[in-house]
């Protein structure tokens, strides 16, 4: 089946570093997705990328479709960043998404 | 910002009870979706609906079933629950035209 894996697991960075997660997949996605999930559990939709880069705020997203392959891009980190962030392919129009395992984040002082 | 509500927030349930987990949406999103995450897991996709009175088996089905009487609400039940099916349930909703997806809180589920 489709796969998604992410890396690294886990991340610590210090206050005002970059983050730079991976993501690789295991068939032709249409787009990719990055979310934001909180320490206690809610779900929060970052940026959805076909190809190429996209913006946002802090956040840059990179997909390179033909090379099975994204990143995700924080810039300055803040300890409000701390979190886990999930990787999740899309193939088809229906929004239909498979998720990586995730990377957890600790952004510290 | 669009609003996903699901009941209940936790729940415990015994190994062969039937339990049904509701999902209410008021952003008028045709797809709706559920997914359950186990412990330091992703997401998986247990069944989906793009439209009221229809739905679609996701990528693990099995033991589970769902229920989309009309464009707001979307329940996925569990007949015969079973230890396995222990996990967060979150629901999710969708626009066709926007690739966002919004989710709800998340049901924690216990099975005994």
């Known amino acids: 089946g489709q796969q998604v894996q992410q890396s690294p697991a886990s991340l610590v960075l210090q206050e005002g570093e970059n983050a730079e997660l991976q993501c690789n997949f295991s068939?032709?996605?249409?787009?990719l997705q990055w979310f934001y999930q909180r320490p206690g559990g809610s779900l929060v939709s970052l940026l959805s990328?076909?190809?190429g880069t996209k913006h946002t705020g802090r956040l840059t997203s990179t997909t390179v479709t033909k090379e099975r392959r994204g990143s995700l891009h924080i810039s300055s980190s803040q300890i409000t960043d701390s979190g886990t962030y999930l990787c999740?392919?899309?193939?088809?129009?229906?929004?239909?998404?498979?998720f990586g395992q995730g990377t957890v984040l600790s952004v510290i002082p | 910002e669009a609003a996903v509500t699901q009941s209940p927030r936790s729940k415990v349930a015994v190994t062969g009870g039937k339990v049904t987990l509701s999902c209410h949406q008021t952003?008028?999103?045709?797809?709706m979706y559920w997914y359950r995450q186990d412990t330091g897991h992703g997401l998986r996709l247990i069944h989906y609906?793009?439209?009221?009175?229809?739905?679609e088996k996701g990528d693990i089905p099995d033991g589970y079933k769902a229920s989309r009487p009309s464009q707001e609400n979307f329940s996925l039940i569990l007949e015969l629950a079973s230890l396995s099916q222990t996990a967060v349930y979150f629901c999710?909703?969708?626009?066709?035209?926007?690739?966002?997806?919004?989710f709800g809180h998340g049901t924690k589920l216990s099975v005994l």
């Open positions: 952003n008028n999103h045709d797809y």
């Open positions: 999710a909703t969708g626009a066709v035209s926007n690739e966002r997806l919004f």
């Open positions: 990328n076909p190809s």
């Open positions: 609906s793009y439209v009221a009175d229809s739905t």
């Open positions: 068939s032709t996605a249409t787009r």
């Open positions: 999740a392919m899309a193939t088809g129009g229906n929004n239909k998404l498979t």
